[in-house]
């Protein structure tokens, strides 16, 4: 299994952005996925995650507000929608993937994840 995210770059706070992740190699209808971010010098930090079928989703509260996943199984992608953008989001986002066909089981732990993408670079200028 391969993840690819595309759609990071710099940006002025307030903008939007949307990131990409897509997987090859396996079924993308059977992982559950989720969207993490490491800012310089901290830890990896969850961001948000979806279930198989996209109707199970948990969103870190630091985003909530501002940020939405979403997948389509047919283009086997994965999205974040990014919105008002501020320089506290400035991190590498990577996608994660576990296979799972759970509808009410949420993964939110780094640990729980076996596939990683390399990670999109996301800028936030003030």
């Known amino acids: 299994v391969q993840l690819k995210e595309s759609g990071g770059g710099s940006v002025q706070a307030g903008t939007s952005l949307v990131l990409s992740c897509e997987l090859s190699?396996?079924?993308?209808?059977?992982?559950?996925m989720g969207w993490f971010r490491q800012a310089p010098g901290k830890e990896r930090e969850f961001v948000a995650t979806?279930?198989?079928?996209?109707?199970?989703?948990e969103v870190s509260d630091s985003v909530k507000d501002r940020f939405t996943i979403s997948r389509d199984n047919d283009k086997h992608t994965l999205y974040l929608q990014m919105n008002t953008l501020s320089p506290q989001d400035t991190a590498v986002y990577s996608c994660a993937a576990r296979p799972s066909y759970s509808s009410t089981y949420v993964y939110t732990n780094s640990d729980d994840y076996d596939f990683w993408g390399q990670g999109t670079q996301v800028t936030v200028s003030s």
């Open positions: 979806i279930n198989w079928i996209g109707n199970g989703k």
């Open positions: 190699g396996g079924i993308f209808s059977s992982y559950a």
